[in-house]
T-cell receptor, first 114, second 110 residues
Framework: DVKVTQSSRYLVKRTGEKVFLECVQD?????MFWYRQDPGLGLRLIYF???????EKGDIPEGYSVSREKKERFSLILESASTNQTSMYLC?????????????FGQGTRLTVV | QKEVEQNSGPLSVPEGAIASLNCTYS??????FFWYRQYSGKSPELIMF????GDKEDGRFTAQLNKASQYVSLLIRDSQPSDSATYLC??????????FGTGTRLLVSP
């Protein structure tokens, strides 16, 4: 079974802190994604990566950056956390190309910025 | 225009009824389409995907695709209370980007 693991289930950080959210997948997937999910707004794509050291902005990249130094690991960085970044963050991975690019999700990290 | 549009609901159906969930998409280059189910407090999981026009059946679930109308739907027959969840639609455009609709919340009452 594909396994996508996020480093923390719950996280509380202070405004202005630098925050790292880590995601690791064990199925050699090329694609990795970071989303945030808020009530009424659905899953919104922050950043994605289709290869090591490659990154592409999603729909809401402002205030975030990412790092992919190894194929299995994709990190989301909040350079200076703000209260409006309080949210559920979901990481996902999938194969690159083909018709069946099913995305597999991690368990999510609920981040609260106080 | 949003890339993927879904009615947020909630869609309320009685147990045993057919639930019909709809999704429209803007990218005509989309090659396949995915339906995910997300229970409250859980991560999304794939129910089924479809890439040919017409119907695809899997148990109580039927996905329908009409590429000319840029429309994809999910029918759930004999709905059960355990089907109560949010259903997310996601097209595969052939590029790496994966964007979801906002999801439709389904409530099945006993």
């Amino acid at each position: 079974d594909v396994k996508v693991t996020q480093s923390s289930r719950y996280l509380v950080k202070r405004t202005g802190e630098k925050v790292f959210l880590e995601c690791v997948q064990d199925m050699d997937h090329e694609n990795m994604f970071w989303y945030r999910q808020d009530p009424g707004l659905g899953l919104r794509l922050i950043y994605f990566s289709y290869d090591v050291k490659m990154k592409e902005k999603g729909d809401i990249p402002e205030g975030y950056s990412v790092s992919r130094e190894k194929k299995e690991r994709f990190s989301l960085i909040l350079e200076s956390a703000s209260t409006n970044q309080t949210s559920m963050y979901l990481c996902a991975s999938s194969l690159l190309g083909g018709l069946n690019t099913e995305a597999f999700f991690g368990q999510g990290t609920r981040l609260t910025v106080v | 225009q949003k890339e993927v549009e879904q009615n947020s609901g909630p869609l309320s159906v009685p147990e045993g009824a057919i639930a019909s969930l709809n999704c429209t998409y803007s990218d005509r280059g989309s090659q396949s389409f995915f339906w995910y189910r997300q229970y409250s407090g859980k991560s999304p999981e794939l129910i089924m995907f479809i890439y040919s026009n017409g119907d695809k059946e899997d148990g109580r679930f039927t996905a329908q695709l009409n590429k000319a109308s840029q429309y994809v739907s999910l029918l759930i027959r004999d709905s059960q209370p355990s089907d109560s969840a949010t259903y997310l639609c996601a097209p595969n455009t052939g590029f790496q980007k994966l964007v979801f609709g906002t999801g439709t919340r389904l409530l099945v009452s006993p």
